[in-house]
């Protein structure tokens, strides 16, 4: 089984970027959504930009950001990617792929097969789908820590690549990674001490479980 990509979401320190890309993980997210505890400022996903450049790849998260918002964000962290993780619509997420020529990766909340069946719809518009749990309403969408039944994307075959987040630690994400086989995984409550803390034995150790699924399949 090929090794799933990795991304450690709501990076907002230089040491635990370091850490990141010490523990050989694929990308960084940067979050540009003011009620988040993982919330960075433009300066501050500058500075964390140009010690990542070449280095880790850089997505910038974004929850139902106008087209300003999000051009700031690009210009300041020099994004390789674009993750929306609101209410984002096909159309609106074709829109934001042709506007800043950069992938697009949409979240979508899932606690239902109906919920993973809405991915087909952005076939042409989004360039990665993100199955994410479902959050009590009035909850911030996603980094909360919550799971959903694994099953329902498991070996999923869809139009579009795909990735898997919600409620993954050290602990759970070989199991889940063995269940689904997911070609990407996605944490942030995951690895931290305390909401919006990041912890680099945490992180260290979340990439190592998602390593070791591939060196137990040989």
Known sequence: MPTAAIKICGISTPDTLEATIRARAAHIGLVFFTKSPRAVTPAQAAALAAQAQGRIGRVGLFVDADDGAIADAVVAAKLDALQLHG????????????????????????ATAADVARADAYAGAADLILFDAKTPRGA??????????????AHWKGPIAWGLAGGLTADTVAQ??????????????GVESAPGVKDEGR??????????VEQSAI
């Open 140 to 153: 911030l969408p996603g980094g909360v820590g919550l799971s959903f039944d694994w099953s329902l994307v």
């Open 176 to 189: 889940a990674v063995r269940l689904t086989g997911a070609p990407l995984v996605d944490t942030s409550s």
């Open 87 to 110: 209410k984002e619509t096909p159309e609106r997420t074709g829109q934001l792929r042709a506007r800043f020529g950069l992938p697009v990766w949409k979240a979508l909340s899932v």
């Open 203 to 212: 992180i260290a150790a979340f990439c190592a479980a998602v390593r070791a």
